[in-house]
């Protein structure tokens, strides 16, 4: 687990649990959603609507269409040159770069073509086989949920 347990979150997946270090020297006001909505028990029993096999695995819709986000208003981006490689959590948005809301998707693989153009907000330290484990599709037949995503310090 990371060492800071107020920037760690702990999703609980149906294949296992995953533990993300959360970024906030990259994106402090992405981080700062993240962990608000987290603690709000947005993202509890949300799908990952959207898995391409060696792309990645996108969630955060509460209506598991891909067209949904919390009722708060979207965020500036925070875009790095952070890599996007396997593990990387980064923010889904529209077209337009200051879009993000509350949907974000985990890079099974390297995507670094993504780089410079959606807010990295996390890593995975482990876990990830769970998160390999989520049913594929766009969307998946019986899309996999997040049981529970936690703050560390908040358990």
Sequence with gaps: ??????????????????????????APNHVARIKELVREGFY???TFHRVIPGFMAQGGDP?????GGSQKPNLKAEFSSEPHVRGVCSMARTPHPDSANSQFFIC???ATFLDNQYT???QIVSGMEAVD???????????????????????
């Design 133 to 155: 484990a989520l049913p594929k599709g766009e969307p998946p037949p019986n899309p996999g949920r997040i049981t529970s995503l936690k703050v560390a310090a908040d358990v």
């Design 1 to 26: 687990m990371s060492d800071d347990p107020e920037n760690t979150l702990i999703m609980t997946l149906p294949a296992g649990e995953v533990v993300i270090r959360l970024r906030p020297d990259l």
């Design 44 to 46: 509890d029993d949300v």
């Design 63 to 67: 209506t598991g269409t891909g067209r």
């Design 108 to 110: 099974f693989d390297d």
């Design 120 to 122: 990295v907000w996390g």
